[in-house]
């Protein structure tokens, strides 16, 4: 059974950095593809972008491109999510998922088979 463990989320001041971690344990991710979306309190899920094995990346939300920046350690089973120039409209929970690929439909690209604990990240000064 794959599970997935998210870390890496904290208070960071508005301009900050961070980098979460998306750990797989139980499988291999040879299968699967890996994609990041976050939820803010009272609002729905926003998908953030979707990495494949081979490391080709689906960036789902244009007004995130250029900031937020997906890869992965296959080695380490591993996917990280860089967050840069965050802003306080960045808080939310973000989660990462699991799935045999990215998905291209609006309205599924926050689905997958296997989804995280989730890691909390606050932008506030």
């Known amino acids: 059974q794959l599970q997935l463990v998210e870390s890496g989320g904290g208070l960071v001041q508005p301009g900050g950095s961070l980098r979460l971690s998306c750990t797989a344990s139980?499988?291999?991710?040879?299968?699967?593809?890996i994609g990041w979306f976050r939820q803010a309190p009272g609002k729905e899920r926003e998908a953030i972008s979707c990495i494949t094995y081979s490391g080709g990346s689906t960036p789902y939300a244009s007004s995130l491109k250029g900031r937020f920046t997906l890869s992965r350690d296959n080695a380490k089973n591993t996917v990280f999510l860089q967050l840069k120039s965050l802003k306080p409209e960045d808080t939310a929970v973000y989660y990462c998922?699991?799935?045999?690929?990215?998905?291209?439909?609006?309205?599924?690209?926050?689905?997958?088979?296997?989804y995280g604990q989730g890691t909390q990240v606050t932008v506030s000064s």
């Open positions: 998922g699991a799935r045999g690929g990215c998905s291209l439909l609006p309205g599924t690209q926050t689905q997958y088979d296997y």
């Open positions: 139980g499988v291999t991710l040879d299968d699967y593809a």
